[in-house]
């Protein structure tokens, strides 16, 4: 029942239709107007079901405001517009039928404007059978269905219309519909802001908005295509972005962020294009890439600020990524690949700022990353796997813990890269890794330039470093394949060049690397350009004694055992080498307590006597550089002397040998490097940080879990060390009621004194053919008293650097002089000192 008029204005040309007339219902009055006619509806509630079928206007009063003018039935479609150009505007549309929609457009062209639809309806306007409206100013609330709907090949043109809410998806557009979007806001829906799925639906949004949405922002699938311009999506309860089945995406100029979940998440065989785009606080991952065929090509895009745990790309399971110029930043990992046949090429591009590993290579995957840029992340490359790899390129590292690791059988190319600065190793190869390194360079490393070990076989071409302070190569076991590699890290090497590299093993490990066009299999070996030069001078650990002089005959008690193995040393031996080292007093008395407590446990047993149960596994607290590698390794030969332990050998790792990505890879890592230890001590430097205080979902207690596990099913077989500083390693401790009962006792390393770190270098000057000047003794006291012991003091590290650096200096003054005497050949002065760090 009408409560107002209905005003007809008629147009016809005829001079007897130009008339006015008023009618009770709306009903009445369509079924009297014609093409062109204006119906002004006068403010009121009209409970009717409308529909129009001609060429019509249809508006509320000038004026008056939307709201003045309501339709609303009890049930039904309110207002239907079918096949035709009319125009609607300045009405209020009311639905109370789930089952139908408040306001429907069935073909034609309409014109709708400034209408508000407030309704509980299946969809607040629907548009179907191949409508194209052109539909402004627009609202729809509608807690319960669809704000809008566009099926059946229906499109048009969507200008500054708002969804307040609705029950489902903002924008439902599917069976080949193609609207286009512009200015439009949708927020406080439920399911997805823009939905789009079925071959031949499209959709193009041009500064439109998504937001506050319980669910996804944008969900695109079923071969749909989009194109987003300066669009926003945030704030959703779900992923920011979906791409399922087929899917094509384009992104310009968008920001997606504050998303809980992905930003952007796509699989099966889905496209996604970005193009400067800003991807930020997201709580997974920004790009999620799943399944063969599913591909992100992103140029100058910045994806930054995780909230979560996640990588900020993660590209598996046969998917691509690239990545040309564009900006990774503060994210826990930046890129992590997985999978056979996943693969991610990125160009020209930064990532940087990232608390784990910037990129993660594992599973057979592939990446190619060509002139980035990498700094201040834990890891900058890790290649984790067989089948792993791909090319580095032109790349530089710069501020991380190691610059590239390589572990496991993976075979990466590195070439032109720079890794500068590292914490502990610009390149670091365990566990099998292999790779080949061409022309990379390590610079101002505080642990080692490149790190080798477990007998693994990478290739050395061309390779250089520079101030590291534990060396600028350090090979583990025979393997490494070196050719013109050079470091600066000799002391007293000559200033016309810089000193060539050998492998352990000596120079017949130095064949050069197979050339193309060279010769092939059973051709004469060619000797390398490093083969007849000496190798490097190592420098000792802290405080130890000069290594055996070459030629002399090996002690009697040394020799190899029956396998053929490395040599046996006496414990006394041992032991006098562990009393050798500098300072370490209460370290030596614990140690030799400890041992010991297991000879005469094992003299007790020899005589039948009962033996007390001695565990053997340690805690080594302390600062870095105080010895605590050097006497885990004697303290291991100490075992295998006392026939405790099988062979003695020494396996070190940390946390990024033991810790995968993702659940179960964890405690296969683990037990692995738990096998690679039987017989020997397993050392597990940093172990606190298998705990970090801030876990998360963290995978450091499941390497816990599995290692308390181990060390009760294998108690005789292997000896674990654990280390790190005092306060972090008593956390660690309590982390886990299995992990403190399993270690018989903590050994603390204490600060190097200035005279224990005076007698370091005094060894060191003796073992290089140095000598102190006068008066550099005292100096070198006064300069050890007054080195800040901050988190970062080096103790053995730092006398070793001193002495290092003395050495340069000293040769920067020697190298003025035309015929220096051998006293100005070595003597160091107070003047050789460097400035206090």
């Given at each position: 029942m009408?409560h ?10 005829s001079?007897w239709?130009?008339?006015t007339?008023?009618?009770?219902s709306?009903?009445a009055?369509l079924?009297a107007?014609g093409d062109g006619?204006?119906?002004?509806v006068a403010?009121g509630?009209?409970a009717e ?7 019509v206007?249809?508006r ?6 939307v709201?003045?003018v309501?339709?609303t ?9 079918r096949?035709?150009e009319?125009v609607?505007?300045?009405l209020?549309v ?6 139908a929609?408040a306001l429907?457009?069935?073909?034609g062209a ?5 209408l508000?639809v407030l309704?509980?309806?299946a969809?607040?306007?629907e548009?179907r059978?191949?409508?194209r ?6 609202s729809v609330?509608n807690a319960g269905?669809l704000?809008?709907?566009l099926?059946g090949?229906?499109?048009g043109?969507f200008?500054d219309?708002e ?5 489902q ?10 609207p286009?979007l ?7 829906a439920?399911g997805?802001?823009?939905?789009l799925?079925?071959e031949?639906t499209a ?5 439109c908005e998504?937001?506050?949405i319980?669910?996804?922002?944008v969900?695109v699938?079923?071969?749909?295509t989009?194109?987003?311009?300066d669009c926003?999506?945030h704030r ?11 899917a ?5 100029d968008c ?8 930003a952007v998440d796509?699989?099966?065989r ?17 790009l999620s890439v ?5 591909r992100?090509d992103a140029?100058?895009?910045?994806i930054?600020e995780s909230?979560?745990?996640y990588p900020a ?6 998917a691509?990524?690239v990545?040309?110029?564009?900006r990774?930043h503060?994210v826990?990992?930046?890129l ?6 996943s693969?991610a090429?990125v160009?020209?591009s930064?990532l ?8 993660s290579?594992s599973?057979?995957?592939?990446v190619?990353?060509d002139?980035?840029?990498i700094?201040?992340a834990a890891t ?5 796997d ?6 580095l390129?032109?790349?530089?590292i710069?501020e ?5 690791i390589?572990?496991k059988?993976a075979?990466?190319?590195?070439t032109?890269?720079?890794v500068?600065?590292?914490a502990e ?6 566990a099998?890794?292999?790779g080949?390194?061409?022309?990379c360079r390590?610079?101002?490393s505080?642990?080692y330039?490149?790190?080798?070990i477990?007998g693994?076989r990478?290739?050395l071409?061309?390779?250089r470093t520079e101030r590291?302070a534990r060396?600028g ?6 393997g490494?394949?070196?050719e013109?590699?050079t ?6 090497h000559?200033a016309a060049g810089?000193a060539p590299?050998t492998?352990?093993?000596?120079a ?9 066009g060279?010769?092939g299999p059973?051709?004469?070996p060619?000797p ?8 490097l001078p190592?420098v000792p650990?802290?405080g130890?004694?000069p290594s055996?002089p ?9 020799a190899?055992?029956?396998?053929g193995g490395?040599p046996?040393?006496p414990?006394p031996?041992v032991l006098?080498?562990?009393?050798a080292?500098?300072?370490?007093a ?5 140690v ?5 407590m297991i000879e005469?446990?094992?003299r ?7 033996a007390a149960s001695?565990r ?6 302390g600062a870095?550089g105080t010895g605590?590698t050097?006497?885990?390794r004697l ?9 405790v332990?099988?062979?003695?050998h020494?396996?070190?790792v940390?946390?990024?040998d ?9 405690a296969?890592?683990?037990q ?7 017989g020997?001590v397993l050392?597990i ?8 205080e801030?876990s998360?979902r963290d995978?450091g207690?499941?390497?816990i879990d599995t290692?308390?596990k181990?060390?009760?099913?294998h108690?005789d077989?292997?000896v674990v ?7 972090e390693?008593?956390r660690f ?9 399993r270690f018989?006792?903590?050994?603390t390393f204490?600060?190097?004194s200035p005279e224990e ?6 060894q ?9 000047g006068?008066k550099t003794?005292q100096?070198?006291l006064a300069?050890?008293?007054?080195v800040p012991?901050?988190?970062s003091?080096g103790?053995?590290r730092t006398?070793r650097?001193?002495?290092e650096?003395?050495?340069e200096?000293?040769a920067?003054?020697v ?18 000192l460097?400035a206090?760090p």
């Open positions: 009408a107002g008029s209905v005003q007809v204005t008629y147009t016809g040309t001079r239709r130009r008339r007339g008023d009618y009770a709306l009903a009055a079924e107007a006619d204006v119906l002004t403010p509630s009209y079901n409308l529909v129009i079928e001609r060429a206007t249809l509320g009063p000038e004026r008056a405001g709201g003045s309501r339709i039935p009890p049930d039904g479609v309110p207002l239907t517009v096949g035709t009319a609607v505007r300045d209020q009311e639905g109370r039928d789930a089952s929609p429907l457009v069935e073909g309409p014109e709708l404007t400034g508000r309704t509980r309806s969809a607040g306007i548009v059978d191949g409508a409206p052109t539909v402004r100013h627009c609330d269905g704000g809008f709907g099926f090949g229906a499109g043109l200008e219309c969804v307040v809410a609705a029950g998806s903002g924008f439902a557009v599917r069976d080949g519909a193609r286009r512009e200015r439009c806001r949708v927020h406080h439920v997805a802001g823009l939905a799925t079925g031949g959709v193009e949004a041009v500064g998504f937001y506050e319980r669910g996804t922002g969900q699938a079923s071969r749909a989009g194109q987003l311009t926003r999506v959703t309860s779900a992923d920011g972005i979906t791409l399922d089945t087929d094509v995406l384009t992104l310009t920001d997606v962020h504050d998303v809980p979940e992905n796509l699989r099966s889905s496209v996604l294009t970005l193009t400067r785009t800003s991807v930020r606080r997201f709580g997974r991952n920004g799943w399944d063969p065929g599913t992100v140029n100058r895009c910045e930054h909230t979560g745990d790309v993660w590209v598996s399971d046969g691509s990524a990545l040309d110029t564009c990774v503060t826990p990992d930046a992590f690949v997985l999978d056979r046949g693969r090429d160009v020209d930064d940087t700022q990232v608390r784990g590993t910037a990129v290579v599973d057979g995957a592939t190619e990353l002139d980035c840029r700094r201040e900058g490359a890790w290649f984790r067989h089948g792993s790899g791909g090319t390129a032109g790349c530089t710069d991380t813990a190691t610059g590239v390589v572990t059988g075979d990466p190319v590195v032109r890269c720079t500068g600065g590292p190793a610009g390149f670091y190869v365990s099998q890794g292999r080949t390194f061409d022309q390590v610079t101002g505080r642990g330039g490149f790190h080798v477990d693994c990478p290739a071409r061309r390779c590291c060396g190569y350090e090979f583990a076991e025979d490494p394949l070196v013109e590699c470091s600066d890290e000799t002391a007293g000559s810089p590299v492998p352990p093993g000596g017949g490990l130095l064949a050069p690397l197979p050339r193309p060279g010769p059973g051709a004469a060619q390398s350009p490093a083969a007849s030069v000496p190798p190592s650990p802290p130890a004694p055996t070459p030629g002399a005959a090996p002690d009697a008690a040394a190899r055992d029956a396998d490395p046996v040393r414990a031996d006098a080498e562990l009393d080292l500098v300072g370490l209460s370290v030596k008395r614990e030799r307590a400890l041992t010991d005469v446990g094992r007790r047993q020899q005589a039948g006597l009962k001695v053997r596994h340690l805690v080594f607290t870095p605590k050097t006497v885990a303290y291991g030969e100490i075992l295998r002397s006392l026939g332990l099988d062979s003695g020494l396996v070190e940390s946390r990024v033991l810790v995968g990505e993702h659940i179960g890879s964890t296969i890592r683990t692995e490097a738990f096998a690679r230890a039987r020997g050392f430097d940093e172990a606190y940080a298998l705990s970090p801030d998360g995978f207690r499941e390497a290692l308390v181990l060390m009760e099913d108690r077989e292997v060390i654990v280390a790190g500083y005092t306060a390693m008593e401790l309590a982390v886990n009621p299995g992990v403190a009962s018989s006792r903590t050994i204490g600060d190097y770190l005076l007698r370091i270098v005094e060191q000057a003796e073992d290089q053919e140095y000598h102190l006068e003794a100096a070198l300069y050890f008293a007054a012991r901050g988190p003091f103790n053995g006398a650097q001193t002495f650096a003395m050495v200096r000293h920067g003054r190298a003025q002089l035309s015929e220096p005497t051998t006293d100005e050949l070595t003597l160091l002065y107070p003047e050789d460097p206090l």
